[in-house]
């Protein structure tokens, strides 16, 4: 199924959070002790499939690139990290020119429609519109790096995002435009991740509804292809911490499921 998509996005509501006098968070499976305040907001969605020509990742933010993988079984992530993050790596140096690269955070696999069978407590498409970074765990992210990465004048964050699934998708992914979002469109918030051996916090980005955003997605991917986009940057003149969300396609026929891969890749650049 292709075309513009009128479907409706997890936005912050007004207020933003439950007066509770704590600050802005939310467990990554929205359970537990959650105050973020999320509303269904109507977005139009454009297709760009055929039009991938008129995107760059430092312009808008994101960008689709035929990138076959090795692999063919995705579920347990632990025992291809290592070499699915090499390929992912290698597709970053190729369409950035980076001069060096490494693994930001665990990959992650999500499911619709289709069983995890290791049950993963946030395996779930994510349906709020959010940022993976915010400045805060950006400059946390920045002291773990290792030592082949520090002193590069700049520096970014990657998603390279991967359907497992033919099409069509039940919950495709969309992205917003970052030369559509301004100052004050975003509340940055704590993410705990409730895992069975304990919890772990990090900051992310919650984000405003605005009508002036521009959202995008690309019909009928396949798992040959991946969805690239930045997630952070040091350089404050190109595209950083770009929105996405997943979305239920109303034209998707009955029976269309879901499963994909994600991979964030630290970029370092000399110049």
């Avoid at 933010?61 to 992912?88: K, M, N, Q």
């Avoid at 993976?132 to 390279?160: C, E, H, I, Q």
Wanted: charged letters at 25%; glycine letters at 6%; proline letters at 7%.
């Amino acid at each position: 199924m292709s075309g513009a998509v009128t479907a409706e996005l997890g936005y912050l509501d007004d207020p933003s959070k439950l007066d509770d006098g704590r600050e802005l968070h939310y467990f990554a499976d929205f359970a537990g002790s959650t105050n973020a305040r999320l509303k269904p907001h109507p977005a139009r969605i454009e297709d760009k499939r055929g039009r991938e020509g008129e995107l760059t990742l430092d312009r808008n933010g994101f960008s689709l690139a035929r990138w076959p993988t090795h692999f063919d079984d995705f579920i347990d992530t632990a025992a291809i990290s290592d070499r699915y993050v090499a390929e992912c790596e290698d597709l970053i140096r190729q369409l950035t020119g980076c001069d060096a690269t490494c693994q930001a955070g665990p990959i992650h696999c999500r499911f619709d429609g289709v069983d995890d069978p290791l049950a993963r407590y946030d395996g779930a498409p994510a349906h709020y519109v959010h940022s993976d970074y915010s400045p805060t765990s950006a400059d946390m992210a920045k002291a773990w790096l290792p030592d082949s990465l520090t002193g590069y004048p700049r520096l970014a964050v990657f998603n390279v995002w991967r359907v497992l699934t033919p099409p069509p998708q039940s919950q495709p992914l969309a992205v917003c435009d970052a030369r559509s979002l301004r100052a004050g469109d975003a509340e940055e918030s704590k993410v705990i991740m409730g895992y069975d051996d304990g919890e772990v916090e990090f900051f992310t980005q919650l984000f405003h509804p605005r009508e002036r955003h521009r959202w995008y997605y690309f019909s009928d991917m396949t798992p040959d292809e991946v969805l690239v986009f930045k997630s952070y940057d040091t350089d404050a003149a190109r595209a950083s911490f770009v929105p996405h969300c997943a979305f239920l396609d109303p034209n998707q026929p009955a029976g269309a499921v879901r499963m994909s891969i994600e991979a964030r890749i630290w970029a370092a650049f000399l110049d």
